[in-house]
């Protein structure tokens, strides 16, 4: 499955494409069939911070938020309420003190799906790949490109999961940013 990522104002703008799928059998291709069309909104739910993912018809998927615990940085999704996935950032140590010119910079998450145990990779291209079990299961194209952004993913997963884990890797990416107020 393809997710075709548009800025728009106010947030993101996500439509899930039929892919080809690496897995073979009729129940690899019916859902990433059933996904064609699917249209998914990231629109901020303040002015920084978390965002909300809202499919088209207002109705709210998943609320997304970032919480920091002393050194730990989580990224946690919920879905009516209660969690659907979270994500623990690991960040790159700088070599020599962290300063306001060069920040710490997130490099990996280790992320809980109810699909199991994954793992997100910056990759020196500023892209992001996806791996559950040591394969690569989606790629979002680079981050920071004046190209449109692409998110190649598995078409076993539900186009929701890819949104949020899209919002996750949105988050690690700039992580290291600083705010001038």
């Given at each position: ?104 910079q997130g490099v990996h ?71 001038i107020i």
């Amino acid at each position: 499955m393809i997710l075709q990522i548009k800025p728009v104002i106010g947030g993101y703008h996500l439509t899930c494409a039929a892919g080809e799928t690496a897995a073979s059998g009729r129940g690899a291709a019916e859902s990433a069939h059933k996904t064609a069309g699917e249209e998914f909104r990231i629109l901020p739910k303040k002015l920084t911070g978390s965002a909300k993912l809202i499919r088209s018809g207002s109705e709210t998927v998943c609320e997304t938020e970032i919480l920091r615990e002393g050194d730990r940085i989580l990224y946690l999704a919920k879905q009516n309420g209660t969690e659907y996935a979270q994500a623990e950032l690991t960040c790159r140590p700088c070599s020599g003190p962290v300063s306001m010119i060069r920040p710490p910079q997130g490099v990996h998450l280790d992320i809980r799906t109810p699909y199991g145990s994954w793992e997100a990779d910056r990759q020196n291209d500023q892209s992001v790949l996806f791996s559950r079990d040591s394969t690569v299961i989606g790629k979002i194209s680079p981050f920071f490109s004046i190209r449109p952004q692409i998110f190649a993913c598995s078409g076993e997963y539900p186009a929701s999961l890819w949104a949020v884990l899209y919002v996750f890797a949105a988050y690690m990416m700039h992580e290291g940013e600083v705010d001038i107020i």
